[in-house]
């Protein structure tokens, strides 16, 4: 008979983002239970741990593995408001970013992925790093159509965060050598292309830090959203190309070029001394008395993943679906979906894939484009 093991207990409790008084008050059960059962001093019964399980969404099987879930170490992340963060929020965001992991794992035995393709750009300034990065990637000044799909072209893989981290604008992380981006789909689809070129800015001038625990600062994030506003809008383009006037008028134009807020423009403007600090500060007070900070006008279509969008389609043509990953990791399929864009259909054929390994014998090759 297999044993419970008590940390996949913790960790499913933390990615619900629950105390242990919350769960044990659910479960109706002492604190000291739970937390006997979380360090391993005793065992939940047969009935208590279905409880648990139904209680956290995660299957009886769950509990019983022995391989732990991957462990995303603290100072390898950058969090965007790191400031406005619980400790609960952090906590849930590492177990959706640990499960999306054992995701990557299982498409990687499978599929033959980009690797990754980005340099070290730490020596130079967030407008140079910018300017450099496009240069090398053969993007030219030119608006990029889908950041999603250029990352992923470049062997970073980018996953959705689940509404359990909805205070989390977006994240990344390195783990084994490969870089991931976590982006909250639930903010508007031009925040979150420059939630991920923010993060990539940090993949790209923060190697050191991230790999080696130095503190993260309201410093770094103001360079990694400088490198994102110069990433998405180069400046020999957009000094080029300034708008007849300084208006919502002419920046909504501008907004559906470059495919990033009116917000996001107008700070672009004012980083390079194109508009005077009274014309912008006027401008911001006009687009959030129109309610655009909150909502944005005209929205864009959202980015999702291309990388994960092939995946789940080779998978349906083999008549497997999201319900053979879910149960090749003891994980519902709630996450796989909260994780992958909510990309993924429903699983063709009833049932489980006894052979999933052997039904792709040679893994299928990707290619971005």
């Known amino acids: 008979m297999p044993e419970v093991n008590p940390k996949q207990i913790s960790f499913a409790r933390v990615r619900r983002r629950l105390t242990k008084s919350q769960l044990a008050k659910k479960l109706e059960i002492t604190s000291r239970s739970l937390q006997n059962y979380e360090t391993g001093a005793s065992a939940p019964d047969d009935k208590t741990l279905q409880k648990i399980a139904i209680a956290?969404?995660?299957p009886?099987?769950?509990?019983?593995?022995?391989?732990?879930?991957?462990?995303i170490a603290e100072h390898t992340v950058s969090f965007r408001k790191l400031s406005k963060m619980t400790e609960a929020m952090k906590g849930c965001a590492f177990a959706a970013g640990a499960i999306a992991l054992k995701i990557n794992q299982w498409i990687e035995e499978r599929f033959n992925l980009p690797i990754p393709n980005l340099p070290d750009l730490s020596d130079l300034t967030p407008e140079e790093a910018a300017t450099a990065l496009r240069r090398m990637w053969g993007l030219g000044n030119a608006p990029i159509h889908n950041v999603i799909h250029l990352l992923e072209s470049k062997g970073i893989r980018v996953f959705s965060l689940a509404e359990e981290t909805r205070e989390v604008d977006a994240f990344c992380t390195w783990y084994e050598e490969q870089p991931f981006i976590f982006l909250n789909t639930l903010k508007s689809a031009e925040r979150s292309r420059f939630d991920a070129a923010h993060e990539l800015g940090h993949l790209v001038r923060d190697v050191y830090s991230m790999r080696h625990g130095q503190a993260h600062g309201p410093e770094m994030e103001r360079q990694a959203d400088a490198f994102a506003s110069a990433f998405l809008m180069p400046m020999a383009s957009v000094v080029a190309n300034p708008p007849p006037a300084f208006t919502i008028k002419y920046l909504m134009k501008l907004k559906h070029y470059w495919g990033v807020s009116l917000v996001a423009i107008a700070y672009r403007f004012n980083s390079l001394g194109m508009i005077s600090e009274w014309n912008y500060r006027s401008l911001c007070i006009e687009i959030a008395k129109q309610g655009y900070r909150t909502s944005e006008p005209e929205p864009m279509e959202r980015e999702t993943s291309?990388?994960?969008s092939k995946v789940m389609d080779h998978l349906q043509s083999k008549k497997l679906g999201r319900r053979e990953i879910a149960e090749?990791?003891?994980i519902s399929t709630d996450e796989i979906n909260?994780?992958?864009?909510?990309?993924?259909k429903l699983s063709v054929v009833p049932g489980r894939s006894e052979n999933t390994k052997n039904q792709v014998k040679k893994p299928p090759k990707l290619r971005l484009v």
């Open 56 to 58: 956290l969404n995660f």
């Open 306 to 308: 291309q990388l994960l």
């Open 60 to 71: 009886l099987q769950f509990f019983y593995l022995e391989e732990e879930m991957p462990e």
């Open 328 to 330: 090749s990791l003891s």
């Open 338 to 344: 909260s994780l992958t864009f909510h990309l993924t």
